[in-house]
């Protein structure tokens, strides 16, 4: 007789059952998703630095490829980079269109072309801004031989859950030129 009445009862899955593993479900299903969407947020947020970081590189190189010219050419190593015209001890910008001369820097969004290339001429906006500053360095000799070139690249970024109160990111860079010959 017991045997009998356990059995009517083994048939199914009760209504409390099945609540509990459909809440017991979805709990993994919205920790799953939450999981992504942080993914997700973090890849963008990397991806942006490691745009930025590349583009400050670009900034330096731009800088060391004017002192270089300069040497090539038989000219003052600091021509163009530090004389009466522009003073990028406060800031300036520049690309590789625009190789051989500085801008005062003025907040302007880099564009990047068809190509894939940014400047500050033609294509479609991005979130990038560039500001290279450059500091001449008097040595103990009285010789201005050093320069401190900083490049600092500024991104609009999206608020986020991660970052709630933030607009903007930056990455500097910083480096040393010295004045070989």
């Known amino acids: 007789m017991w045997n009998k009445f356990f059995k009517n009862y083994d048939r199914g899955f009760t209504l409390i059952e099945l609540m509990v593993s459909i809440f017991v ?4 299903i919205i920790g799953a998703y939450s999981a992504f969407n942080i993914m997700d947020i973090l890849t963008s947020n990397a991806t942006d630095r490691f745009v930025a970081a590349y583009l400050a590189q670009e900034g330096m190189e731009i800088v060391r ?23 990028c001890q406060t800031g300036c910008q520049a690309d590789y269109k625009t190789f051989d001369t500085l801008a005062y820097y003025d907040s302007s969004k880099l564009l990047i072309d068809d190509d894939g290339f940014y400047n500050y001429s ?3 906006d991005t979130k990038y801004k560039r500001k290279i500053v450059i500091e001449p360095i008097e040595t103990t000799a009285g010789l201005e031989d050093i320069m401190k070139v900083t490049v600092t690249v500024y991104w609009d970024e999206k608020s986020n859950i991660l970052h709630p109160d933030s607009n903007e990111d930056s990455i500097t860079v910083e480096e040393y030129l010295y004045n070989w010959y």
């Open 25 to 28: 479900l979805s709990i993994a």
């Open 122 to 124: 033609s294509g479609t």
């Open 65 to 87: 490829n004017m002192r270089d010219t300069n040497w090539l050419e038989g000219d003052d190593w600091m021509a163009g980079l530090v004389d009466s015209n522009i003073q």
